[in-house]
């Protein structure tokens, strides 16, 4: 069973850093969307960076508005892993993050809206804390 596995979660302060990490066991990335995923209490699950592997396999990247220049997903592929490093976190940054791959395309994820997370592999979530 393909199980990505998020590491890399804490509390910190505002303006702080954290690194992610997620392993996929026994998984070769192919011609899908990978990327991370964030929900905090009371919304809905938005995708905070995606690296596209349909087009180009370097993949292309998409990120939310709210953390360009904040954020930067890179992948291994020999690993299979993914990784998000977050910079100058905010207290609205604080939410429940989770591995996902074997996605559809990126453009596709709007007319999904929620119902994404019934496609692809996801981890299990890792909670980020930003205090101000």
């Known amino acids: 069973q393909v199980q990505p596995t998020e590491s890399g979660g804490g509390s910190v302060q505002a303006g702080g850093s954290l690194i992610l990490s997620c392993e996929v066991a026994?998984?070769?990335?192919?011609?899908?969307?990978v990327g991370w995923f964030r929900q905090a209490p009371g919304k809905e699950r938005e995708g905070v960076a995606l690296i596209d592997l349909d087009v180009d396999p370097d993949g292309r990247t998409t990120y939310a508005e709210s953390v360009k220049g904040r954020f930067t997903i890179s992948k291994d592929n020999a690993k299979a892993a993914l990784y998000l490093q977050m910079n100058n976190l905010k207290p609205e940054d604080t939410a429940i993050y989770y591995c996902a791959v074997g996605l559809p395309a990126t453009r596709f994820h709007d007319q999904y809206g929620a119902r994404i997370a019934d496609f692809g592999y996801w981890g299990q979530g890792t909670q980020v804390t930003v205090s101000s």
């Open positions: 026994e998984y070769s990335f192919r011609r899908e969307c």
